[in-house]
């Protein structure tokens, strides 16, 4: 069905398989980090890092296509297919473009761009191996990108949870043998687990480019015609990725400043405990970033047929849905703290991590709560078309974050617990901005 409505049943259609995919997805992050981390805390603390710093360059393909899933599904809305397989092909042409300058960067100055952030050599030494493989992931993770934008912006989604679920599956395998020399593979340490990720992003991709033949998607929506290069639709979607992308990669490099000030102001452990805050957010926090993907979809779907009372509906229902899995999550953490933590350290090598974590996690619960809905409304901010809008609530959230974790850093006091708070005050201050524009629109959402 080409056009879309804001019902429940609606929006746990599409959500559920973005649900599955994301949470596949994410097992890559997490095993590299289970696998590396009980290797030792130096190992740990540069998967971490390098894990944050990779992501930035991973973030720039992914925000350029949230742009991709906005114009696709606002143009399902209008009925015309054949313009989605235009923002296609020309999203593929610009974005392998991108990647290959980016690889090229890192394989050429990753050393010196990690000099620049952090002061203990070994854990310089270890994130340069790891990226030095790890980056030859980056092209296929940016076609997974369009792909996902495409197949998130028709409502058809199942296809992405099962080449993720591939993916996963095999990331899984690899990094076990080549990290620890298992199954005939050499144990090649932290190098192995960015082998083992690159070579199953690949793989997905292969999956995703199958299923656009399996059922005939590429003579429906016009794919892989490159008849020419659109540079009035490469204009529109700049107008609306790049502010997109800024605002994504401004998010993401506070992250690494996050990170970054964390080890040189605080030391080793509190960034092995910060590690481990990341991968629990990033994990349990997968069904609410698969909803602010969903609520791109529905939303920017609901403009195209010009059903604006629909939209605060969605924005609505999925903030709900959002805020119960947010719930459901703290609710398993406290259940099992030691496991969830546990998986993730060499208790032997690492032993005062591991109550270090447990005494803060209620930090990370309230920030559950808070970007469940803050996301779902701030995304509907991106779908209705006030990209520039969008970006402005997130560069005044990030200035704010950061003044107040460079300010907590600096207190004698300061604690990993007291640092997580900063992400309580982002997250609250995305929504309050957010909801004030919802307010101005007259839109009520909440």
Do not use: H
């Amino acid at each position: 069905m080409a056009q879309l409505s804001a019902s429940y049943r609606e929006i746990l259609r599409i959500s559920t398989p973005l649900i599955l995919g994301n949470l596949a997805w994410t097992f890559n992050g997490v095993f590299d980090t289970i696998f590396v981390g009980n290797l030792g805390k130096v190992e740990l603390d540069a998967i971490g890092f390098a894990s944050v710093f990779y992501s930035v360059l991973f973030m720039m393909g992914f925000s350029f296509t949230r742009g991709t899933q906005i114009l696709i599904a606002r143009s399902m809305g209008e009925l015309n297919r054949r313009q989605v397989g235009n923002i296609f092909d020309n999203t593929l042409l610009l974005l392998s473009a991108v990647s290959l300058v980016l690889f090229l960067i890192i394989q050429n100055f990753s050393r010196e761009l990690l000099t620049l952030m952090l002061n203990t050599p070994e854990i310089i030494d270890k994130c340069e191996v790891f990226l030095d493989y790890r980056i030859w992931g980056l092209m296929p993770s940016f076609i997974t990108f369009i792909f996902i934008a495409f197949y998130t912006g028709i409502g058809k989604t199942e296809i992405l949870a099962v080449s993720v679920t591939i993916m996963t599956v095999l990331n899984i395998a690899l990094n076990y043998g080549l990290v620890y020399g298992k199954f005939g593979l050499p144990a090649l340490g932290i190098k192995g687990s960015g082998m083992a990720t690159a070579i199953s992003e690949s793989v997905a991709v292969a999956v995703l480019f199958a299923g656009v033949f399996i059922k005939n998607r590429r003579d429906v929506f016009a794919l892989f015609k490159f008849q020419k290069i659109d540079w009035s639709l490469q204009w529109q979607m700049a107008r609306i990725s790049v502010p997109l992308m800024i605002q994504t990669l401004v998010a993401a490099g506070s992250w690494v400043i996050f990170f970054a000030r964390i080890e040189t102001e605080l030391g080793p452990d509190p960034l092995a405990v910060s590690t481990i805050y990341r991968q629990l957010i990033l994990f349990f926090t997968i069904p609410t970033w698969s909803l602010g993907s969903t609520a791109n979809t529905i939303v920017s779907n609901l403009m195209g047929q010009r059903d604006y009372a629909g939209v605060k509906t969605a924005v609505r229902k999925i903030s709900v849905v959002s805020l119960s899995f947010a719930l459901l999550s703290c609710l398993l953490i406290m259940l099992a703290p030691d496991f969830f933590i546990g998986v993730f350290i060499n208790r032997y090598d690492s032993p005062a991590i591991l109550p270090i974590a447990k005494s803060a996690l209620p930090v990370i619960y309230i920030i559950f709560i808070l970007m469940s809905f803050s996301n779902i409304v701030f995304n509907g901010v991106i779908s209705i078309g006030d990209i520039l809008i969008a970006l402005g609530i997130e560069l005044v959230v990030v200035m704010v974050y950061l003044a107040y974790f460079i300010l907590i850093l600096r207190q004698t006091w300061a604690d990993v617990w007291w640092v997580w708070t900063s992400e309580w005050l982002y997250w609250g201050l995305m929504f309050l901005l957010s909801w004030v524009y919802f307010k101005i629109k007259k839109l009520e959402v909440l």
